[in-house]
Nanobody, 124 residues
């Protein structure tokens, strides 16, 4: 399974960006998909995740500002980010978790495949 994330860029505080993650290879719509981010000098952290049926989970820092969604027909997951803050600056990674469970996980170690990351920079 290959994942490719794109859509990052430079945006002013208060602005919006939409990240996309396209999956290819031996894909399955039953994968859980997640977004993580890593800022310089910090550990990778959970941002949001979605099950194959659309159930979502968000980090506290993302709630109310970010929306994760997926289009199973296009094998693509999205992260709509609104009201961006400078502290959202990080490399954002998408990830896929092979599972038959409906329970979403927030640990990066639960995810099996990773994209290459896309840089998001929010200026103040």
């Amino acid at each position: 399974v290959q994942l490719q994330a794109f859509g990052g860029g430079l945006v002013q505080a208060g602005g919006s960006l939409r990240l996309s993650c396209a999956t290819s290879g031996r894909t399955s719509s039953t994968y859980h998909m997640g977004w993580f981010r890593q800022a310089p000098g910090k550990e990778r952290e959970f941002v949001a995740a979605v099950t194959w049926i659309g159930t979502t989970k968000y980090a506290d820092s993302s709630k109310g500002r970010f929306t994760i969604s997926r289009d199973n027909a296009k094998n693509t997951v999205y992260l709509q980010m609104n009201s961006l803050k400078p502290e959202d600056t990080a490399v954002y990674y998408c990830a896929a978790r092979i599972t038959s469970s409906v329970s979403l996980r927030t640990s990066q170690y639960e995810y099996n495949y990773w994209g290459q990351g896309t840089q998001v920079t929010v200026s103040s």
